[in-house]
Nanobody, 123 residues
Framework: QVHLVESGGGLVQAGDSLRLSCAAS????????IGWFRQAAGKEREFVGS????????YYADSVKGRFTVTRDNAKNTVFLQINSLKPEDTAVYYC????????????????WGQGTQVTVSS
C-alpha cells in the first residue's frame, strides 16, 4: 500500500492557476496509477483526471479537459495536477488516489487515498 499526501491548494482568484502535488511514500510508487478527484461542499466526489504508471495517456473528465493536466515524476514519487483558468466552480477538496490496475474514473479501483487539499476560487 502507498501513503499519499496532497499539497498546493489555497485561496485563489478566478483565472489564476494552481499546481497540486500528490507525494507518495513507498518504493513501488512507479507501479501505481494515480487518479485525481474532487469534492465540493454538499456534492458527491467526482473524478477529474488520472495517469497510468508510465505517465502515458492521461485521462480527463470532459468537464475539465483543456484546463487540467496530470503529470508525474516517478523519480520524486510525485504526481501533479496543473489547473489553469480556475473558476469558482472548481472550488473543492482535491484528492489523489492510487491503484495497482488501470487508473480511470472508477473510484472502486483505488486502494489508497490522500487526505485532500482545499482549493477555493473567488470570483
Amino acid at each position: 500500500q502507498v501513503h499519499l499526501v496532497e499539497s498546493g491548494g489555497g485561496l485563489v482568484q478566478a483565472g489564476d492557476s494552481l499546481r497540486l502535488s500528490c507525494a507518495a511514500s513507498g518504493r513501488t510508487f512507479s507501479s501505481y496509477g494515480i487518479g485525481w478527484f474532487r469534492q465540493a461542499a454538499g456534492k458527491e466526489r467526482e473524478f477529474v483526471g488520472s495517469i497510468n504508471w508510465s505517465g502515458d495517456s492521461p485521462y480527463y473528465a470532459d468537464s475539465v479537459k483543456g484546463r487540467f493536466t496530470v503529470t508525474r515524476d516517478n523519480a520524486k514519487n510525485t504526481v501533479f495536477l496543473q489547473i489553469n483558468s480556475l473558476k469558482p466552480e472548481d472550488t473543492a477538496v482535491y484528492y489523489c488516489a492510487a491503484t495497482t490496475v488501470a487508473a480511470g474514473p472508477l473510484e472502486a479501483v483505488y486502494g489508497s487515498w490522500g487526505q485532500g487539499t482545499q482549493v477555493t476560487v473567488s470570483s
